[in-house]
């Protein structure tokens, strides 16, 4: 099929990659000039583990095509597309609600072509509100134009995109017209040989699938959060309270780690636009703003944990961060607990030493002013980091992390400190060595 995805982004970079590898011609279109200069050169614009192989063999068969959307090359290829796919952000407005911006220009594009576009399928992958799909029929009704709109909300995660994209666990189409769910599971049955895991239904119901889903992981992570928060109270260990409750194969085990709080792209705005989308719609959605209100907090757990020990200021104290991005295997650091625990360090007058494998640059970029007086240091080695520190915060849990020197760990800092936000360490270990041991909901 001739596809064009808007959108070179983590979910339309790997849509488009992934399309291409199944025998499609892919035309991926960003607004970006550097982003697509970079992909035609052969890049990758951020970390994901696959995606430069898998974009690789899409170049090596010309099976994918890169353009910006300003150019004469995007104008010549927009027509031969019959399948549009909308890849493109919706991040967070400062009220909470999505910002549609990028998906409605990307929907002005595609109705700027002549003729009726009866036979073409846009197909929705940015997260967006429900009523959205309605809402852009009108739009290529108002321009004379017919395509029919559908939903099919992505569910890869950074750091395992790929796999996730070729092995979906299920894809949902959200429309009503049985041709246009004919030919988007024709495109997806590639993907899933052994079973078929295609889920038809409306695409107001598709839509909401994808709130649902984020909005209930994020309220397993502030469960266990919130029970670790009264573990530390009232002297009970989280983990215990976590090897307990998963064996009951109701709850499973997955997503209820204590540590951080969720961060990310999408857990944190999507549970705000949920929120938002309740109040238009007259309801208040209690359990996703209390989600919020206990993640917001959890972040900043650390820095607590630093007060606790060295009191309300730490000036004079320098903390080694290890690990930045929101989780391991990216190097993604949007909403990610680092970007909120680095602020308040700084405000408290600590001094701060950095380090993650993939994410270090971006922080830089993130805190320059910071950078220029040297209260935010980005190193190149996590002992180096940890070297002459009053106290190392485990921030990302990244696999390096795991299992540490910690003879050589303790003698390089001034004072062997951990605060451990992922628990990834075992706390009568770290006593043993010689560390003072503070881990989420361990009293
Ligand atoms: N990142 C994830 O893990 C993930 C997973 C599932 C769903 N989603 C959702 O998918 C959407 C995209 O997320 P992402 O993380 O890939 O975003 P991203 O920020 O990584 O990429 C978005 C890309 O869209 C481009 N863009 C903006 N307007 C455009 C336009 N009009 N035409 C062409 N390109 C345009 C931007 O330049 C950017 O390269 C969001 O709605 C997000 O919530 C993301």
């Known amino acids: 099929m001739e596809i064009m995805v808007f959108g ?40 994901e583990p696959q995606l430069p192989d898998l974009l690789e063999k899409a170049r090596r068969t010309k099976n994918i095509q890169f353009v910006h959307t300003e150019s004469q090359e995007f104008k010549d290829t927009l027509a031969s597309a019959e399948i549009y796919f909308i890849g493109v952000g919706t991040p967070e407005l400062p009220d909470g609600r999505a910002n549609m911006d990028y998906v409605f220009s990307a929907v002005d594009m595609i109705a700027s072509q002549e003729g ?68 988007i599971s024709f495109l997806y049955r590639a993907f899933m040989l052994k079973r078929d895991r295609i889920v038809c239904m409306s695409r107001r119901s598709a839509e909401l699938v994808k709130y649902a889903c984020n909005a209930f992981l994020a309220t397993k992570i502030s469960f266990i959060n919130e029970m670790a928060q009264l573990s530390e109270i009232v002297g009970a260990d989280i983990r215990e309270v976590r090897d307990g409750m998963i064996t009951d194969s109701r709850i499973g085990d997955q997503f209820l780690f204590p540590g951080l709080g969720f961060g990310g792209s999408c857990f944190p705005k999507d549970t705000h636009s949920l929120i938002a989308q309740g109040q238009a719609a007259g309801i208040e959605l209690q359990l996703p703003t209390a989600v919020a209100a206990v993640n917001k907090k959890q972040q900043l757990w650390p820095v607590q944990k630093l007060q606790k020990v060295f009191g309300k200021s730490l000036s004079g104290k320098t903390i080694a961060l290890w690990g930045l991005a929101f989780k391991p295997n990216t190097d993604d650091l949007r909403e990610a607990p680092s970007i ?58 990244w696999q390096e992390f795991r299992t540490p020197n910690f003879k050589k760990l303790k003698s390089s800092m001034s004072r062997p400190l951990i605060i451990d936000g992922r628990n990834i360490y075992d706390s009568k270990i770290a006593k043993q060595y010689g560390f003072e041991y503070f881990g989420v909901g361990v009293s």
């Open 116 to 183: 009726d576009l009866s036979n073409k399928i846009v197909i929705m992958k940015s997260t967006v509100p429900v009523g959205t799909g309605d809402v852009i029929e009108k739009k290529f009704k108002a321009a004379k134009k017919s395509p029919t709109v559908v939903s099919n909300p992505e569910f890869l995660k950074q750091g395992n995109a790929v796999q996730d994209f070729l092995k979906p666990e299920r894809v949902i189409i959200g429309t009503d017209n049985e041709k246009a769910r004919e030919a």
């Open 8 to 47: 070179a982004g983590y979910v339309g970079l790997v849509t488009g990659a992934g399309l291409a590898s199944t025998g499609n011609h892919v035309i991926l279109a960003d607004t970006l000039k550097e982003r697509i200069q970079l992909l035609r050169e052969g890049g990758v614009p951020f970390y």
């Open 340 to 397: 909120k625990i680095i602020p308040e360090l700084l405000k408290l007058g600590a001094k701060i030493k950095a380090y993650d494998p993939v994410a270090a640059h971006r922080v830089a970029e993130l805190f320059p002013d910071a950078i220029k007086t040297k209260n935010l240091v980005v190193c190149e080695d996590a002992y180096e980091t940890a070297t002459t520190s009053d106290a190392l915060l485990i921030v990302t849990e």
